[in-house]
């Protein structure tokens, strides 16, 4: 299913344009001093923004970053907020989003025009927002988190926090569809090694399955520093570099600090960023979907109502693999042809092997990760070298499962 909805009139989706949220922060204990704003200025940079080409306004008064200090209460937060939010309603062409953990500012934010609640704790900092969102029936952004925000460790706690998001929003009576997702990019506990952001953007596709609107904030982050080891004023460039990821992988929304410059990479990003396959007429829709990660095909499953237990059996069948093996003799390729021909899948190997008028050759294994789990022990079992060759195989499949092996490198 293609995303297409839309969010207050402004529509966000596969077939539009990526859009930009811009960030404004009244807040001086934020960690990227170039985006604090005063009041004074306000308006003025708002202006600039939209017309560099936001279409959203992101206003924080209170520093989400982890380490921010002194952290402010909630009325501090109001003290900053409602004015701000006084001097743009009506006088800026774009629409406005608070970033805050807290029922009561977003609840008196939405009524001083405010259209969109961000709130990066998903729904957990404060049990009334959830409420607020329902019973105000606006948009919202819901970042991954668990028990504080961000604290998902690795793309399979991201997607189960983001699922269950989504479930309890339901539950409540929330329209879903006015959901944007952000997968919680950024060291928001002490424990979140960069290599976990690395994935999440690697992977970004894998949130696909949700056909919910997807939202990035890379803006600067901690695993921009991680690389090139500079403090956030001069993360600009790897800021770009990420974001022009995570646009081809399929975001809808980037929320950044820097308009002008994020402007062009997501335009020539998103222009190389391949179109959906989906065909309508009528009533009916058929769409394909590319399927990276077994548990993403389980959250797909789940979304059209198979059972629990069902997809969890489905899921390793809709991950194919195709897998080279070197220099193994002739018989050995052919008894590995035999035993994944028997399991469902296919090898290719070279034709003089076929006759055996060669002693090696090379061949490659054609799979879902099913027959492949199914295909190693059996190889297990059998003579010359074809334990060792299963052992690598299964080196191999665990390996491209691991996000410390794709992922760790010298920084």
């Known amino acids: 299913m293609v995303v297409d909805v839309d969010i207050c009139g402004l529509k966000v989706g596969d077939e539009h344009p990526v859009r930009l949220m811009g960030v404004i922060n009244l807040s001086k204990e934020s960690f990227y001093k170039g985006s604090v704003v005063s009041t004074d200025s306000l308006l003025d940079v708002a202006h600039k923004m939209v017309d560099d080409g936001a279409t959203i306004l992101d206003i924080g008064a209170r520093s989400t970053w982890p380490l921010a200090k002194p952290v402010i209460g909630k009325e501090e937060e109001l003290e900053r907020m409602i004015p701000a939010l006084d001097i743009l309603k009506d006088n800026v062409d774009a629409l406005i989003s608070v970033d805050t953990v807290y029922s009561s500012v977003?609840?008196?934010?939405?009524?001083?025009?405010?259209?969109?609640?961000?709130?990066?704790?998903?729904?957990?900092?404060?049990?009334?927002?959830?409420?607020?969102?329902?019973?105000?029936?606006?948009?919202?952004?819901?970042?991954?988190?668990?028990?504080?925000?961000?604290?998902?460790?690795?793309?399979?706690?991201?997607?189960?926090?983001?699922?269950?998001?989504?479930?309890?929003?339901?539950?409540?009576?929330?329209?879903?569809?006015?959901?944007?997702?952000?997968?919680?990019?950024?060291?928001?506990?002490?424990?979140?090694?960069?290599?976990?952001?690395?994935?999440?953007?690697?992977?970004?596709?894998?949130l696909k399955v949700f056909e919910k609107p997807l939202l990035a904030a890379i803006s600067r982050k901690s695993c921009i520093d991680a690389v090139l080891h500079k403090p956030a004023s001069e993360r600009l460039y790897g800021s770009l570099a990420a974001t022009a990821i995570v646009v081809h992988k399929g975001a809808h929304i980037i929320r950044t600090h820097d308009i002008p410059e994020t402007k062009d990479v997501v335009e020539v990003a998103r222009a190389m960023r391949k179109k959906e396959s989906s065909v309508k007429a009528g009533d009916f829709e058929v769409s394909l979907k590319d399927i990276i990660h077994p548990d993403d095909a389980e959250y797909l499953m789940k979304n059209i109502g198979v059972t629990g237990t069902g997809a969890k059996v489905m899921k390793n069948k809709t991950v194919s693999k195709v897998m080279r093996v070197n220099n193994i003799t002739t018989t050995e390729a052919l008894i590995i042809k035999q035993e994944i021909l028997a399991r469902g899948g296919d090898a290719a190997l070279e034709r003089n092997a076929v006759s055996h008028e060669t002693e090696k050759t090379d061949i490659l294994i054609i799979g879902t990760l099913l027959q492949f789990e199914k295909l190693i022990p059996k190889l297990s079992y059998q003579a010359r070298n074809l334990p060792l060759i299963a052992e690598m195989i299964a080196e191999a499949l665990e390996h491209d499962m691991d996000v410390e092996h794709r992922y760790r490198r010298e920084l």
């Open 106 to 206: 977003a609840e008196e934010s939405l009524k001083h025009g405010a259209d969109i609640v961000n709130d990066v704790s998903g729904f957990t900092s404060d049990p009334h927002m959830i409420d607020v969102v329902a019973d105000y029936d606006c948009p919202a952004v819901v970042m991954a988190s668990e028990n504080v925000p961000g604290d998902p460790i690795g793309m399979d706690a991201i997607m189960d926090s983001l699922a269950s998001i989504i479930d309890r929003a339901d539950a409540r009576g929330i329209d879903t569809d006015k959901l944007i997702l952000d997968p919680a990019i950024g060291k928001w506990i002490p424990e979140k090694d960069p290599i976990y952001d690395f994935e999440t953007i690697d992977q970004f596709e894998s």
